[in-house]
């Protein structure tokens, strides 16, 4: 993005007319339609754009807790846009919070980033990020999630022996893992915790499969999602499943990482100083108290009408396997959401192994993450 992108030149433009009208018109209207002011404003774009990595649900809670009562939906577009806030005080712009999946294509944010300039920020992975550094590069400046939800799940009385995801090999256990090819699955097979024959990357519809095949085969999945489903809200089902997190197997990823283009660490440097620390608190405030914020994002979902569904159960169980896990919680320190660089250089070393088509020669945790903006004070009370 540059200094003054395009969006703002054409609003600085409009506004310094309507003023002129205004004035000539009466002070008092001129006082209504004066620049909000707030923390962001004159800092941070007039609408700050978040792409998400799928549709809304309590993964995305911190930054739903970004809006208040004051907020549009477009159902078309698939975004919703209001005031940010910071702890409920208004900063002096809007955020448009677009969602992911059916509507961009399936995309990641990181091309999206790229095909509209006017994305500031958007969700990622970091080990994702990597392997496509060279053609669209980001810098993560804020971790949301400390873990990765992603696990992998299957039938505790069908496979009572099963521990870990490596202890499913005896029993050659097919292992349903989505069309779409991921690193870590890559991982999983070349360090042998998985044999390559386990593997079953048809796009087969849950719960549906895992319900017919009785509990037979494993999936992946959200380890603060389909446990929850399966159990509670999966009549044919209606039994606990239980599962591992591809993060306990030794592939730590930072998921949902909040990125930027990589010229706009500089370019938006000012911005960032401000607008991160308030992701970083916006995230504490919905982990301690994400009622209402759980209200909205199930109340977006009801009115974009596509074909993702999300009960308000499925919410408030998402946040308490977060919270129990330590998928969201502070890192080794004090702090939400800063990076640990030799994580990420074990990242980029499985990547390397296990990956070797990658192109990430050269490639450094510095040119990945930053913690420049993160500020060290704010993270979840013990």
């Not at 009466?26 to 609408?47: D, K």
């Not at 069309?179 to 991982?187: F, G, K, L, R, S």
């Not at 702090?335 to 980029?348: A, K, S, W």
Request: hydrophobic share 40%; aromatic share 8%; charged share 25%.
């Amino acid at each position: 993005m540059s200094s003054l992108p395009s969006h703002r030149v054409l609003g600085a433009t409009a506004l310094a007319a309507s003023l002129t009208l205004l004035a000539a018109c009466g002070g008092e209207q001129a006082t209504e339609s004066a620049p909000r002011s707030g923390v962001l404003s004159g800092v941070c774009p007039a609408t700050v754009v978040i792409q998400t990595d799928w549709e809304p649900e309590a993964e995305h809670g911190g930054l739903y807790r970004l809006l208040g009562d004051d907020h549009t939906a477009d159902v078309e577009a698939k975004s919703v846009r209001g005031p940010l806030l910071a702890s409920g005080a208004d900063t002096g712009v809007d955020v448009e919070l677009r969602i992911g999946g059916a509507p961009v294509g399936y995309q990641t944010a990181q091309p999206l980033l790229y095909q509209d300039k006017d994305i500031l920020l958007g969700y990622g992975r970091v080990s994702e990020h990597l392997v496509t550094q060279k053609d669209t590069p980001v810098v993560s400046v804020f971790a949301q999630l400390e873990k990765s939800p992603y696990a992998v799940y299957w039938d505790p009385a069908t496979y009572p022996a099963a521990k870990t995801i490596a202890d499913l090999k005896k029993d050659k256990v097919k292992i349903l893992f989505g069309a779409e090819a991921t690193v870590w699955q890559e991982y999983l097979v070349g360090a042998g915790l998985v044999d390559k024959a386990q593997v079953d990357q048809s796009d087969s519809p849950k719960p549906a499969t895992f319900v017919a095949e009785g509990g037979k085969v494993a999936e992946t999945g959200f380890i603060t999602a389909e446990p929850y489903m399966y159990e509670v809200e999966t009549e044919a089902w209606g039994k606990p499943v239980v599962g591992q997190l591809i993060h306990d197997t030794g592939f730590p990823e930072y998921f949902q990482s909040v990125v930027v283009r990589e010229e706009d660490v500089t370019k938006e440097k000012d911005c960032l100083t401000k607008l991160v620390p308030i992701l970083q608190q916006a995230q504490v405030d919905y982990i301690t108290d994400p009622a209402a914020t759980n209200e909205l994002i199930t109340e977006l979902v009801e009115e974009y009408r596509t074909s993702w569904t999300y009960t308000s159960g499925q919410a408030e169980a998402a946040v308490k396997a977060q919270v129990d896990l330590g998928l969201v919680g502070n890192g080794d320190d004090a702090t939400l959401g800063n990076y640990d660089l030799e994580r990420v250089q074990t990242l980029i070393d499985l990547i390397g192994e296990y990956a070797p088509d990658a192109d990430i020669t050269g490639i450094t945790p510095d040119d990945l993450v930053t913690n420049e903006f993160i500020d060290p004070a704010i993270g979840l009370k013990p």
